[in-house]
């Protein structure tokens, strides 16, 4: 991931360390590169535009240009507003008390394996988590979902195949749920190939009756910014408190990482790395920060 912007950053940051006197016009230089290569890796015009913004107000002042080593002071401007951009600090799930978890997000964005990574997880971290299957529309969903609740060893809902109501199911559910020991459930939900109406009007009933302390939006990161556009729809309609970014393993540009927090003002909480169950990562922005800058 990030591997063209990555490379691009080192050799423009390798000419400037090697400037013995860096000018404003070295600076930029360096800085109009670094916007292309934002740019060709798929982050949002505005986004980028304003992150140049900032990095250039910092860098041209008279410290930075006088200091020893100015180059490495320019990097660490660059890397501490990379790691702004990706959202600052951490952000935790919300698991306050009998906790509820809404995933949601189109088809094949990874959100039923994502639902098994997640309770996974939170099972290793020595919680106990249930899944409900909430996709009434592929039978195949339901079944995927059990498979991967087996898996990880997190006792599951399935819905009957005859169910028509999602409402009905998450109530059956719940009912089901308090006959389990657990602190946190999470909803699987159903998918479409886009955001349509009937998707957001079910996924609206099932939020309201849920009102659950996480609403997560399961996005694929090799979408680029077709993910963002798709988080910023899906929180126009449910509210989402923020978003798993999966596939970063088959992302190579990473626009959709880099975007997504400036355009939705949602955190990316957690990412997926691989297919494997185990491979579901906090999303830590300083580390990500470090690991584009190689
Ligand atoms: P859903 O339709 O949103 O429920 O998506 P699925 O969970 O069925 O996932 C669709 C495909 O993406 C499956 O082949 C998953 O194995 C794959 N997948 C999910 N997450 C990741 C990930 O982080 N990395 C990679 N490489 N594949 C993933």
Not at 36 to 49: I, M, P
Not at 118 to 128: C, D, H, Q, S, V
Request: include cysteine; hydrophobic fraction near 45%; charged fraction near 30%.
């Amino acid at each position: 991931m990030f591997s063209a912007l990555s490379d691009s950053l080192d050799k423009t940051f390798r000419n400037l360390r090697g400037v013995g006197k860096i000018s404003e016009k070295n600076i930029a230089d360096a800085l109009r590169e670094i916007r292309l290569a934002l740019l060709e890796a798929d982050v949002e015009f505005t986004v980028a535009k304003t992150f140049i913004e900032h990095v250039k107000e910092q860098a041209m002042g008279a410290e930075v240009l006088k200091s020893v080593k100015p180059g490495e002071q320019i990097v660490k401007i660059f890397h501490d507003e990379l790691a702004e951009l990706l959202g600052g600090d951490q952000v935790p799930l919300e698991l306050e008390g009998e906790a509820r978890i809404l995933l949601c997000g189109l088809n094949g964005a990874g959100k039923t394996t994502t639902a098994g990574k997640l309770a996974g997880r939170l099972k290793r971290e020595g919680r106990r988590p249930l899944l409900v299957a909430c996709d009434l529309y592929r039978p195949a969903a339901i079944d995927q979902l059990a498979t991967v609740a087996s898996q990880v060893e997190v006792p599951v809902y399935t819905p009957d195949a005859s169910e028509t109501d999602v409402v009905k199911v998450a109530t059956d559910a719940l009912a089901w749920a308090a006959t389990q020991p657990h602190d946190v459930v999470i909803f699987d939900t159903a998918g479409r190939q886009e955001i349509d109406e009937r998707l957001v009007e079910e996924l609206k009933r099932l939020h309201a009756f849920l009102s659950p302390g996480e609403t997560l939006l399961v996005a694929d990161a090799a979408t680029g910014q077709g993910a963002v556009s798709v988080a910023r729809h899906f929180d126009e309609a449910v509210s989402i408190t923020g978003i798993i970014l999966t596939k970063l393993d088959s992302d190579a540009r990473g626009g959709a990482a880099l975007s997504m927090r400036a355009v939705t003002g949602k955190p990316i909480k957690y990412v997926g790395e691989g297919e494997k169950l185990d491979q579901l990562f906090e999303f830590h922005p300083d580390r990500m920060a470090d690991r584009i800058l190689g």
